[in-house]
C-alpha cells in the first residue's frame, strides 16, 4: 500500500535507505522519521521535518527519544532551548558506565 506523498517525500529514501520506499508511512513512522533527521538529517530535512511535524511533536520525541548521539543533543538543546538533564536519553547515558560508549 502506498501512502499519499507528504512534503518530506524526497528527503525520506535517503533517510529510510532500510525501509523499501512504497512502504514509507510518514504519520505511522514520525518517531523514525524525525530520529533519523535529528541523527542523519540535512539542513532541507529539518526544515521538511518542522514543517511537516510542527515543532511541538518534535519536541516531545526529542525529549523522549531513548537514544541520541552527544552531537545531536548538543543541536536539539540549542534549537529548542531544552536542557540535556531533561532528556531522555541524557538520562539514560548518566545511567550506563562510559566503557559501554568508549571502544
Not at 45 to 53: H, K, T
Not at 74 to 99: D, S, T
Amino acid at each position: 500500500m502506498s501512502y499519499p506523498p507528504s512534503p518530506l517525500a524526497e528527503h525520506l529514501p535517503t533517510l529510510l535507505w532500510d525501509v523499501h520506499p512504497s512502504t514509507i508511512n510518514p504519520q505511522a513512522m514520525y518517531r523514525t522519521i524525525i530520529e533519523r533527521v535529528i541523527e542523519r538529517g540535512s539542513k532541507d530535512d529539518w526544515i521538511c521535518m518542522l514543517a511537516y511535524y510542527g515543532r511541538d511533536v518534535v519536541q516531545q520525541v526529542i525529549k523522549t527519544e531513548p537514544y541520541m548521539s552527544d552531537a545531536a543533543i548538543a543541536v536539539v538543546c540549542q534549537l529548542f532551548n531544552l536542557q540535556k538533564e531533561n532528556l531522555l536519553c541524557y538520562q539514560r547515558k548518566q545511567l550506563m558506565p562510559e566503557v559501554l560508549f568508549n571502544y
